[in-house]
């Protein structure tokens, strides 16, 4: 159990739908990560926060959108949701402002299917 | 070309075989990390590194910067270290995780 929590485990939609997934990092650590997880791409940085602000940005859509709670939560929201979207979705957490150098604590994901 | 390249793809292996996992990349990095995804999806940070080598249990990374090459290697492998390795470099210029496509290992006892 790394100690970062993320909700759903599974998640079914249609297309043009509008999701929140969520992530409870591990206990001190204010930086969270997102990584998107797909058959057809591997696994992708989205986009990670430190301490409720945006730190780093990969290849997030404009339809999605994240951001990072006064408790440390994240939440990364997908909206008009496509079938290319179905993947799995992990959240990461570390004590780091950046991605370098320091553990990152994985999520057991959440499973999306867009139908 | 993918700027993080692995392989071997695939790798089987019989229990206790010395097991080695390449990684080359072409950007520059800050770090590599290498990263282990098991059969049900869970993913375990194994080792972030910038030079030189790291050693836990039984596994080894090392890395060369010079050469754009980082190696993962398993000593006295077992059935439990069947999973997928993935390599992901740290953009130095861009401060992005870049993964590679991976490695899956099986193990045989």
């Known amino acids: 159990d790394s100690g970062v929590t993320q909700t759903p485990k599974h998640l079914i939609t249609a297309t043009g739908q509008r999701v929140t997934l969520r992530c409870s990092p591990r206990s001190g650590d204010l930086s969270v990560y997102w990584y998107q997880q797909s058959l057809d791409q591997g696994l992708q940085f989205l986009i990670q926060?430190?301490?409720?602000?945006?730190?780093a940005k990969g290849n997030i859509l404009e339809r999605f959108s994240a951001q990072q709670f006064p408790d440390l939560h994240s939440e990364l929201n997908l909206s008009s949701l496509e079938l290319g979207d179905s993947a799995l979705y992990f959240c990461a957490s570390s004590v780091a402002t950046s991605l370098e150098f320091h553990e990152q604590f994985f999520g057991p994901g959440t499973r999306l299917t867009v139908l | 070309k993918n700027e993080v390249e692995q392989s071997p793809q695939n790798l089987t292996a019989q229990e206790g075989e010395f097991i080695t996992i390449n990684c080359s990349y072409s950007v520059g990095i800050s770090a590599l990390h290498w990263l282990q995804q098991h059969p049900g999806g869970g993913i375990v940070s194994l080792f972030m590194?910038?030079?030189g080598k790291k050693k836990h249990g039984r596994l080894i990374a090392t890395i060369n910067i010079q050469e754009k090459h980082s190696s993962l290697h398993i000593t006295a492998s077992h059935p439990r270290d069947s999973a997928v390795y993935i390599c992901a470099a740290l953009s130095y210029n861009t401060d992005k995780l870049i993964f590679g496509t991976g490695t899956r290992l099986q193990v045989f006892p």
């Open positions: 926060y430190y301490n409720g602000e945006e730190r």
């Open positions: 590194l910038s030079s």
